[in-house]
Nanobody, 127 residues
Framework: QVQLVESGGGLVQAGGSLRLSCAAS????????MGWFRQAPGKEREFVAA????????YYSDSVKGRFTISRDNAKNTMYLQMNSLKPEDTAVYYC????????????????????WGQGTQVVVSS
């Protein structure tokens, strides 16, 4: 059974940092682009960041560019999202995703019905 499991979420004050992890099991994703999405209460799921199979290419939404860093360790079958200078508007459930059929530049167009998705981890940023 293929699983993506997020961890590292929690409660943090504005200006603080968190590091999310996404551990894959049941299948290797070392050849696949992956990404992070988030969904705030009452809002649609939105793209956060994407990374190519070897980590050489990354993409970010404008809202997190310069504050968040996506990375991966293929030897551990794990992806990360380092989140710095957090703001209350970053509060959301964060999901990791992978799609063997898309390059990193198209990860942002994933839908919940495509590829593989984790169950999400909650991030709350207090003001």
């Amino acid at each position: 059974q293929v699983q993506l499991v997020e961890s590292g979420g929690g409660l943090v004050q504005a200006g603080g940092s968190l590091r999310l992890s996404c551990a894959a099991s049941g299948r290797t994703f070392r050849n696949d682009a992956m990404g992070w999405f988030r969904q705030a209460p009452g809002k649609e799921r939105e793209f956060v960041a994407a990374i190519s199979w070897n980590g050489g290419i990354t993409y970010y939404s404008d809202s997190v560019k310069g504050r968040f860093t996506i990375s991966r360790d293929n030897a551990k079958n794990t992806m990360y999202l380092q989140m710095n200078s957090l703001k209350p508007e970053d509060t959301a459930v964060y999901y990791c995703a992978a799609d063997p059929s898309r390059p990193a530049r198209d990860i942002a167009t994933m839908t919940p019905q495509s590829g593989y998705w984790g169950q999400g981890t909650q991030v709350v940023v207090s003001s």
